[in-house]
Nanobody, 127 residues
Framework: QVQLVESGGGLVQAGGSLRLSCAASGRTFSSYAMGWFRQAPGKEREFVAA???????YYTGSVTGRFTISRDNDKGTVYLRTNSLKPEDTAVYYC?????????????????????WGQGTQVTVSS
C-alpha cells in the first residue's frame, strides 16, 4: 500500500511558477513509476507528466518545455516544476503511482495503469 500526499499548489499570476511535491509513504517508492494528472472544473482528468523507475520522462504536448517532472527516491518524493503558467493550467493536480515497467511513452498517460492516487492540490493561475 502506498499513500501519496501532494503539496505546493496555490494562486499564481500568469507567467509565474510553482513546484508541486508528492510525498509517498512506504519503502518501495523507487519501484514505482510516477505520474502527474490534472482535472479542471467540468473537464475530464488529463495526463500531464510521468517519470519511470529509471528516471525517463514523458510529457503531454501542452506542457512540454514548461513543466519538469523529477523524483528523489531517497526522500520518496516526486516533483512537478511548473513554469510559464497559463490560466488554462488551472486545475487540481494529482500524483499517481504505478507498477508499470514499460518503456517510457504514451502508455504512461493512461490513468488505469496507476494503482495509487493522492488527494490533489489546487493550482489557480490568474490572467
Amino acid at each position: 500500500q502506498v499513500q501519496l500526499v501532494e503539496s505546493g499548489g496555490g494562486l499564481v499570476q500568469a507567467g509565474g511558477s510553482l513546484r508541486l511535491s508528492c510525498a509517498a509513504s512506504g519503502r518501495t517508492f523507487s519501484s514505482y513509476a510516477m505520474g502527474w494528472f490534472r482535472q479542471a472544473p467540468g473537464k475530464e482528468r488529463e495526463f500531464v507528466a510521468a517519470i519511470s523507475r529509471t528516471y525517463s520522462t514523458y510529457y503531454t504536448g501542452s506542457v512540454t518545455g514548461r513543466f519538469t517532472i523529477s523524483r528523489d527516491n531517497d526522500k520518496g518524493t516526486v516533483y512537478l516544476r511548473t513554469n510559464s503558467l497559463k490560466p488554462e493550467d488551472t486545475a487540481v493536480y494529482y500524483c499517481a503511482a504505478g507498477n508499470q515497467t514499460y518503456p517510457i511513452g504514451s502508455t504512461y498517460s493512461r490513468p488505469g495503469l496507476y494503482d495509487y492516487w493522492g488527494q490533489g492540490t489546487q493550482v489557480t493561475v490568474s490572467s
